[in-house]
């Protein structure tokens, strides 16, 4: 959360992916940075234990909001 708020600031349009595992974590780092509005894509937990085609169909799944958040207007 925090490498995304300070890529934006620096402005690179950023998209930030957490597990369902880490809303309130990313939440909480993004009021700590001073963005508490601050967008993310959420995907369910886990991961790390997906096969590539797991994994390719969560990415899948998340790419729409992906670009819904490196497109919107600032």
Do not use: W
Request: some cysteine; aromatic content about 4%; charged content about 20%.
């Amino acid at each position: 959360m925090h490498d995304g708020i300070e890529l934006e600031r620096r402005g690179v349009p950023t998209a930030v992916i957490c597990t369902d595992q880490f809303i309130a974590s990313a939440k909480a780092q993004a009021a700590i940075c001073g963005n508490p509005d601050y967008p993310f894509v959420v995907v369910p937990h886990p991961i790390g234990s997906l096969t590539p085609g797991e994994l390719r169909e969560r990415a899948k799944t998340a790419a729409p909001q992906v670009i819904d958040i490196l497109t919107r207007e600032a």
